[in-house]
């Protein structure tokens, strides 16, 4: 088996990195986190992380997944570090607009029930609707759309997350719950309650 030719030694600088990958480091920062300066810290962090470590780099993925790895990295650190920094008050969310959801009877009963999503499959395939999902994403609390990304979106299993959030399982489940339950309602309201976006 062949090994894989080496790098062009120009393109693994990190100004071609941050020329050629900076926009997608910096957006899968901030959808992260929502914080612009944090975000732009975190991908420099990572571009010289991977400075330095440019030499382990075996070309088995693309540079680009490969840069994504260590930034993810850096988020998971920066998040377990900034989570145990907050007192445990803060890591409670509370949402009314969630609860208005429901009836106010002990089987809480959807007051209307979710729309027919059609085929939500097609939806995946249109640059419109991942704008609209990120808006969606926007409109959580930050501890929710932290939670929904590190489970969903970075797969991260429950224990895991738990580790780098500093917080009980049900305490995540909750916050997941609620999260799932306000993107719902914004997905409606926004993408499939519309008609000829089916």
């Not at 088995?60 to 840069?67: A, P």
Request: charged share 25%; aromatic share 10%.
């Amino acid at each position: 088996m062949a090994t894989p030719p080496l790098p062009d030694p120009a393109s693994t600088s990190p100004q071609h990195w941050l020329d050629e990958h900076g926009n997608a480091l910096y957006r899968y920062a901030y959808f992260r986190l929502r914080d612009a300066a944090q975000a732009e810290d975190l991908v420099q962090e990572s571009l010289l992380a991977a400075w330095q470590a440019r030499h382990g780099f075996s070309g088995r993925s693309s540079e680009r997944t490969w840069l994504i790895g260590i930034l993810k990295n850096k988020l998971v650190d920066y998040l377990r570090k900034h989570s145990r920094e907050r007192p445990f008050g803060a890591l409670t969310d509370t949402d009314a607009e969630v609860d208005a959801l429901f009836e106010d009877d002990a089987d809480q009963h959807w007051k209307a029930s979710p729309l027919d999503w059609g085929n939500p499959t097609n939806a995946l395939h249109q640059k419109q609707f991942w704008k609209v999902f990120v808006e969606c994403i926007d409109t959580l609390p930050p501890r929710q759309a932290q939670v929904f990304s590190l489970c969903e979106l970075d797969e991260l299993d429950n224990d895991e997350a738990c580790k780098v959030l500093g917080v009980a399982s049900t305490n995540l489940w909750v916050m997941l719950h609620r999260a799932r339950l306000r993107l719902r309602q914004c997905l409606e309201v926004n993408w499939f309650g519309h008609e000829g976006r089916k």
